[in-house]
């Protein structure tokens, strides 16, 4: 049967921004499509449903297609609908087997939509789904439970491996006094590039044309967030461009994080990034590559607030110091973290199809 016939699907509000949490908190979790934390980025003073159990998903953005189960008071975003069973039902389908059984499926299904995954509606509405006798179901959920704590301490040992990887990448090598140049302040050494306020998914996703000449837009990420054509006007205003190969600086999400964009001649900076250059004083005397892995941890520590909530402000950079070595001090060390990115990059791949087998034992363990 198709997935429509025995649940409802419901989609959350995109009114719940950060600002309307910030102006009605209160006691009921708003739930986004993201996984951490459970999915819970505040909490305000309404709630939209009062369920004794439901399944939501994720609906866009790089989780798309995961399941949660849920119970009580909530709101959802825009970026996560709910499943909720049909009377008729009820009493026929097991939720946490649900979940189990068929997010993998979720996950298969999604598609790259205007270079977003997402799982929209009337994708999902295709999907097909057996429903078979609950003590089947039950039989399926013990068979899935008595693997998934093994599984679940392995993944465990991999999260202890990949915090050590972590910590190697943010190794750097202390700069000798003899060899410090100049110290110099963040306003001295960037030129802070124009970017643009109000761009949205939905803005996005309404001017998206393959007619025209499409341009990268960078966000809180440093993945691509969508694409814009050249031309597109923005509150009447022709869009800002930043030219040519940038430093960007995650603002929200992933607060301090910084990286090169190369890949691209031309880009468009949303609200939620800072896009940077050298000064010209400064351009010949740093490599990028050095520069990025040296700070990559003092940008993210000079960061405020804590999680998907931490920001980062291109005040806090103008007034941060940074140590400039020789040049040739700072290619020696360029190398080293080569050599030493690339045994961390195995190891990763390494970890990742040991992932993918845990996943694939996840996968047939109820079929």
Not at 28 to 55: A, F, H, R, W
Not at 69 to 83: C, D, E, P, Y
Not at 252 to 271: H, M, P, S, T
Request: aromatic content about 12%.
């Amino acid at each position: 049967m198709k997935i429509t016939e025995c649940f409802d699907i419901k989609s959350g509000k995109g009114e719940y921004t950060e600002e309307y949490i910030e102006k009605r908190k209160g006691q009921y979790p708003v739930i986004s499509g993201q996984t951490v934390e459970n999915g819970v980025i505040g909490y305000i003073d309404k709630y939209d449903y009062d369920i004794n159990e439901c399944l939501t998903y994720t609906k866009d953005g790089e989780k798309s297609g995961t399941i949660f189960l849920r119970s009580g008071k909530f709101n959802l975003t825009s970026h996560v609908n709910a499943l909720i069973v049909k009377e008729k039902y009820k009493d026929k389908i097991i939720l946490e087997w649900f979940k189990y059984k068929y997010e993998p499926l979720f996950i298969k299904t999604v598609i790259g939509r205007f270079g977003v995954p997402s799982l929209p509606q009337n994708v999902l509405k295709l999907i097909d789904v057996d429903i078979p006798d609950k003590k089947i179901q039950l039989e399926e959920l013990k068979a899935y439970k008595s693997i998934q704590h093994k599984i679940i301490s392995v993944e465990n040992k991999i999260r202890e491996i990949e915090s050590i990887l972590t910590d190697l990448r943010h190794t750097v090598v202390t700069i000798p006094k003899k060899e410090i140049i100049e110290e110099v302040k963040g306003d001295e050494l960037f030129n802070i590039l124009p970017k643009n306020s109000g761009i949205t998914e939905k803005f996005i996703y309404d001017n998206y044309n393959l007619s025209k000449e499409q341009l990268p837009v960078f966000n809180g990420s440093d993945e691509v967030w969508g694409f814009l054509p050249r031309n597109i006007k923005l509150k009447n205003k022709p869009i800002k461009i930043c030219k040519g190969n940038i430093i960007i600086i995650v603002r929200k999400g992933y607060a301090g994080k910084i990286f090169l964009q190369n890949k691209y001649n031309e880009c468009i900076i949303a609200e939620d990034a800072i896009p940077v250059i050298f000064k010209k004083k400064y351009s010949g005397k740093i490599d990028v590559n050095w520069f990025i892995r040296e700070y990559q941890l003092f940008f993210i520590k000079n960061s405020t607030g804590k999680f998907s909530s931490a920001t980062f402000s291109q005040e806090i950079m103008k007034k941060m110091k940074f140590k400039i070595p020789s040049k040739s001090f700072q290619k020696k060390c360029s190398d080293y973290y080569l050599k030493l990115d690339k045994k961390i990059i195995f190891a990763i791949k390494e970890i990742n199809k040991i992932k993918s087998e845990l996943q694939k034992t996840q996968n047939l363990i109820i079929k």
